[in-house]
Structures are given as structure tokens and as C-alpha cells.
């Protein structure tokens, strides 16, 4: 089936420190991928998507590659803020689907920026 | 303009006790979701509806009923509360397909 596994947190980071967190997946086909983000107390927003192998998608200096050979979406910021604390989610829709309801998610990653 | 909303933020029911998940949008949109999200795992579908009148079941609906008898609003029943249904429940809704608008989210304990 369709799945995503994301890496564990917290992931802890000084202000203006690279950040890379790994989000694999599993699908029959090509599916589209997501990041969403949550923000302290608010919804879940969302980032960046990609819908076809090597696609970047690209968002408030986050970014993030759909890599099939290794099946993967891993999401990127060169120089990450204390305003970029909160919880991450990759996501996938299955190739065909037709709403927002099939989409698949991972775990969420929460990240803390310190000063 | 204030998004999805739901009420309450957080709530605390006895075994066998019935709630019912408040979820309201100001979008306009005909899609509206439901989701839980249990501690460590990826948020799960628990129902969605495509328009006033219409809703259907997703992965986890067991224990759980809805209506939608307007556009906006989309409320979650519980009816008998188990433990098992402790979690955090996010509402959602969308027009365009696959770009959701999610509430901020309620943490349900059942004890």
C-alpha cells in the first residue's frame, strides 16, 4: 500500500543552521508529494508540492526534490529561523487520485529553532 | 476571514460518554474531512463529505458519525467515547483538490 515514513524529532537547530528532514515514501506508479507545516496553535498549512520525478517545489526558502530512484522528498532551508519552530508533515496523493481525501501522511517532524 | 475553526480546543470525557466535534468554514468550500492523528502515527481519514448532504466514510469511521446539512458546517459525533479515541482531531476543507485548509485542531482524552 501507500505509506510515508518521515524521520524522528525533535530535530534541534540554531537560528541560520541547514536543515534537512527525510521523508521517504512507498506507492504503486507516481505520486504527487507535499509538505505540510504546523505552526504552534494553527492548522496545518501547505508548504511546497511536487507532482511528477524530479519536480523541486519551492516555498519560503524551503525546498524539496521528488527524487524516485530513491523515493524520496526530503525538504531543505539553507538558513532556518527561530519562526520556522513547528511540526512538519510529508504527504502523498496516489497517482490517479482525485481529491484530498486519499491523501497518505507521515508522522509529522517537529523542529525547534533556538536563537 | 477566519478559515476552519473548531470547538472545543480540548476536552476531557468519561467512558460511554457521547460529544459531538464542532468544525465550521468560511471558504465557501464543498469538501470538508475529518482526521485524527494519535500519538506517533500520520493523521488518518476518519469521514469527508464533497457537499451539503453528502458524506462518506474514510479509513477509521467506526465509533464516529457526521452530517453535513449545510456548507459549512461539518460536525464530528461521537457516540459512546472509548479510550481508543483518545486523540487529536483536525477538521479540513477544500476546494481545490489536494490543497486542504486544516482547523487548529481538538485534543480529546477519554478516561
Known amino acids: 500500500g501507500n505509506s510515508v515514513t518521515q524521520m524522528e524529532g525533535p530535530v534541534t537547530l540554531s537560528e541560520e543552521a541547514f536543515l534537512t528532514i527525510n521523508c521517504t515514501y512507498t506507492a504503486t506508479g507516481y505520486p504527487s508529494l507535499f509538505w505540510y507545516v504546523q505552526y504552534p496553535g494553527e492548522g496545518l498549512q501547505l508548504l511546497l508540492k511536487a507532482t511528477k520525478a524530479d519536480d523541486k517545489g519551492s516555498n519560503k526558502g524551503f525546498e524539496a526534490t521528488y527524487r524516485k530512484e530513491t523515493t524520496s522528498f526530503h525538504l531543505e532551508k539553507g538558513s532556518v529561523q527561530v519562526s520556522d519552530s513547528a511540526v512538519y508533515f510529508c504527504a502523498l496523493s496516489p497517482p490517479g487520485n482525485t481529491g484530498f481525501q486519499k491523501l497518505v501522511f507521515g508522522t509529522g517532524t517537529r523542529l525547534l529553532v533556538s536563537p | 476571514n477566519a478559515g476552519v475553526t473548531q470547538t472545543p480546543k480540548f476536552r476531557i470525557l468519561k467512558i460511554g460518554q457521547s460529544m459531538t466535534l464542532q468544525c465550521t468554514q468560511d471558504?465557501?468550500?464543498?469538501?470538508m474531512y475529518w482526521y485524527r492523528q494519535d500519538p506517533g502515527m500520520g493523521l488518518k481519514l476518519i469521514y469527508y463529505s464533497v457537499g451539503a448532504g453528502i458524506t462518506d466514510k474514510g479509513e477509521v469511521p467506526n465509533g464516529y458519525n457526521v452530517s453535513r446539512s449545510t456548507t459549512e458546517d461539518f460536525p464530528l459525533r461521537l457516540e459512546l467515547a472509548a479510550p481508543s479515541q483518545t486523540s487529536v482531531y483536525f477538521c479540513a476543507s477544500s476546494s481545490h483538490r489536494e490543497r486542504g485548509f486544516f482547523g487548529p485542531g481538538t485534543r480529546l482524552t477519554v478516561l
Open positions: 471558504m465557501n468550500h464543498n469538501y
